[in-house]
Nanobody
């Protein structure tokens, strides 16, 4: 059974950098053709794609967030890492990680991040 678990601070101050980790169990992100993504949902809004790291290691970013975003992975720890900063209150959202390929699609349960002083 594949499980994804997001972790990180629930509260971040404006101008700081948000760092989230997604730990994957039951599947190896480094040995199959998986894509790994971060997505968020601000309160009252729809899902917003943040960025993806391909199985090759190449990253792809939402153009609107690209200058503030880094998506990386640690294949030894089987983790996907998001760094976003500097943050503003508009970055408050539920953040999800996703691992997928042509046949599988797995999501974490999401983690709430609030940006506030």
């Amino acid at each position: 059974q594949v499980q994804l678990q997001e972790s990180g601070p629930g509260l971040v101050k404006p101008s700081q950098t948000l760092s989230l980790t997604c730990t994957v169990s039951g599947a190896s992100i480094g040995t199959k053709s998986y894509y790994s993504s971060w997505i968020r949902q601000p309160p009252g809004k729809g899902l917003e794609w943040i960025g993806t790291i391909a199985y090759s290691g190449a990253p792809y970013y939402n153009q609107a967030l690209k200058s503030r975003t880094s998506v990386s992975r640690d294949t030894y720890k089987n983790q996907i890492i998001l760094q976003l900063g500097p943050v503003t209150p508009e970055d408050s959202a539920v953040y999800y990680c996703r691992v997928w390929d042509s046949g599988d699609d797995y999501w974490g349960q999401g983690t709430q991040v609030t940006v506030s002083s």
